[in-house]
């Protein structure tokens, strides 16, 4: 249980440093051209503690799946499952924009750049939290 919420938080502080390369850094002008905006409606700043819980959710997702359910431990198995997982939850959430709200333009543009993104990022994190669930394992092997 400890390696669980380990990897997690871990995953969660690597997430949210990802996406705020990506969205602050890398496609923010992309992103921006694409949504329809509202007075109001983003936040300059997103609030630090909501940010991070968001991420400790998803890296919390990642690494249950990994150690109660798929029993992955290594790099390359984590990143393969990060980036399926992560695309997944990204494409689901996306439609679910498109399906309920009025807030992206170019939906063929911005989707594929946004799941592109976070396929990246799932890798590296799930890659990153695979590896320490199967610090664990390593040690005991060791012994």
């Known amino acids: 249980m ?10 969660a502080v690597l997430f949210s440093v990802l996406e705020a390369l990506t ?3 890398l496609i923010p002008d992309l992103v921006d051209a694409t949504r329809i905006s ?7 700043q997103p609030d630090l503690i909501p940010f991070l819980l968001f991420n400790l959710v998803w890296a919390s997702l990642l ?10 431990r290594s790099f390359l198995r984590g990143a ?3 980036c399926i997982i992560m695309s997944a939850v990204v494409l689901g959430i ?3 924009y498109i399906a309920f ?3 992206l333009e170019n939906i ?3 989707v594929p750049v946004k799941i592109a993104a976070m396929a990246v990022t799932g890798a590296v994190v799930g890659g990153v939290i695979a590896k320490i669930l199967g610090w664990g394992d390593q040690i005991r092997s060791h012994s």
Do not use: M, P
């Not at 400890?2 to 995953?11: E, N, P």
């Not at 509202?38 to 300059?44: F, R, S, V």
């Not at 690494?63 to 992955?72: D, P």
């Open 101 to 103: 709200f009025n807030l």
């Open 63 to 72: 690494a249950g799946v990994f150690e109660y359910l798929a029993h992955i």
């Open 94 to 96: 996306n439609l679910g």
């Open 108 to 110: 063929f543009v911005i």
């Open 2 to 11: 400890v390696r669980v919420i380990i990897a997690a938080v871990v995953g």
């Open 38 to 44: 509202y007075d109001g409606l983003i936040k300059e």
């Open 80 to 82: 393969v499952a990060g």
């Open 23 to 25: 969205y602050g850094t």
